[in-house]
């Protein structure tokens, strides 16, 4: 995987997130070099599941609301069915997607986390992927919906499932080389 050294991630997440969609891909930037961010809309630390079952609970570096948009290179949301559902009722969280992605960079959303791009509206005309119970949205919002591990289509990146992380990840890396690149 290539080094990016100098790049700022920011993850979206709240209570009830799968727990290995957080935290492998937060390990794998920080390994790769980047510097990552999770914002919540509160500061307690917030609870993860492995699948049904509670997992682990991780702070917050930051509340949503007081996040400079600009500041971040790259955007990750992780799944799990309550953290989406939950995040795509909070007009900020909404909001910072739409900026990433109108702004052009790179936003990886996993499993349910892609409901956060329908309540954002920036899937119409896009191809994409998720977990089967969110197909039927991405569809209504007008994405082209196909069943692969991973799914570029412009800065926007998505995937399934906890099994499609190790090509989410470097999709994510690609891409914010890639913007990067084009930046510099």
Request: proline share 7%; aromatic share 4%.
């Amino acid at each position: 995987m290539p080094a990016i050294n100098n790049s700022r991630i920011l993850i979206i997440a709240t209570d009830g997130f799968e727990q290995s969609e957080l935290f492998d891909p937060r390990d794998a930037l920080i390994e790769a070099g980047a510097s990552v961010t999770l914002a919540s809309p509160g500061l307690d630390p917030i609870q993860g599941m492995k699948h049904d079952e509670k997992g682990d609970t991780i702070p917050p570096d930051i509340r949503l609301d007081a996040v400079r948009m600009e500041d971040y290179d790259a955007l990750l949301l992780p799944g799990g069915v309550a953290n989406p559902d939950t995040l795509r009722t909070n007009a900020t969280a909404v909001s910072a997607v739409r900026t990433f992605v109108t702004a052009g960079k790179p936003v990886a959303a996993i499993c349910h986390g892609p409901w956060l791009l329908v309540e954002a509206d920036v899937v119409n005309g896009r191809t994409v992927t998720s977990w089967p119970s969110v197909r039927t949205d991405l569809r209504n919002a007008g994405a082209e919906v196909v069943d692969h591990a991973v799914v570029v289509d412009g800065n926007i990146i998505t995937s399934r499932k906890p099994d499609d992380i190790p090509a989410f990840v470097e999709a994510l890396i690609k891409a914010v080389v890639e913007t990067e690149a084009v930046t510099a």
